[in-house]
């Protein structure tokens, strides 16, 4: 079944400027910005600019221009915020995908979360 994208997400709305933002980063593809509900010290979502609705449709659809800029932004802002691994105190990456992975937004986005140590990975509350 082929994903069908939802242009009132809120983050279509961000990207065409109808809601603010605290940007961190924008190149040609991508976004990154502030999360506006932080669960550690620094919290930023990366997002395509493309209309990708999950991290498989943007890995199967997205252009290697789309996919090189994306993450190529993302290294870069761990590096700006001095978490890379081999400078600072690593980090955490978190694509929720989905139903079961309990996606709000639907348009693909990486969450950077980095500042304390971040415990387990998952809680689990079935
Ligand atoms: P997810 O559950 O992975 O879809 O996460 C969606 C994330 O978007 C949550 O961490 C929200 O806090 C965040 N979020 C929702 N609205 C905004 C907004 N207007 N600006 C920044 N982050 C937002």
């Known amino acids: 079944m082929a994903y069908t994208y939802d242009d009132q997400n809120i983050f279509a709305k961000i990207l065409r400027g109808e809601i603010p933002n605290t940007t961190?980063?924008?190149?040609?593809?991508?976004?990154?910005?502030?999360?506006?509900?932080?669960?550690?010290?620094?919290?930023?979502?990366?997002?395509?600019?493309?209309?990708?609705?999950?991290?498989?449709?943007?890995?199967?659809?997205?252009?290697?221009?789309?996919?090189?800029?994306?993450?190529?932004?993302?290294?870069?802002?761990?590096?700006?915020?001095?978490?890379?691994?081999?400078?600072?105190?690593?980090?955490?990456?978190?694509?929720?995908?989905g139903i079961d992975g309990v996606q709000d937004v639907p348009h693909f986005h990486m969450h950077i979360l980095a500042g304390r140590k971040l415990g387990p990975m998952l809680m689990r509350r079935d």
């Open 24 to 97: 961190v980063r924008e190149t040609e593809h991508t976004l990154a910005f502030r999360d506006i509900a932080p669960q550690a010290p620094e919290h930023i979502l990366v997002i395509p600019k493309g209309t990708y609705v999950t991290a498989d449709h943007f890995a199967t659809e997205a252009s290697d221009a789309e996919i090189a800029d994306f993450w190529r932004t993302l290294g870069e802002i761990t590096r700006e915020l001095g978490v890379a691994a081999d400078i600072g105190n690593g980090y955490r990456l978190i694509a929720n995908s």
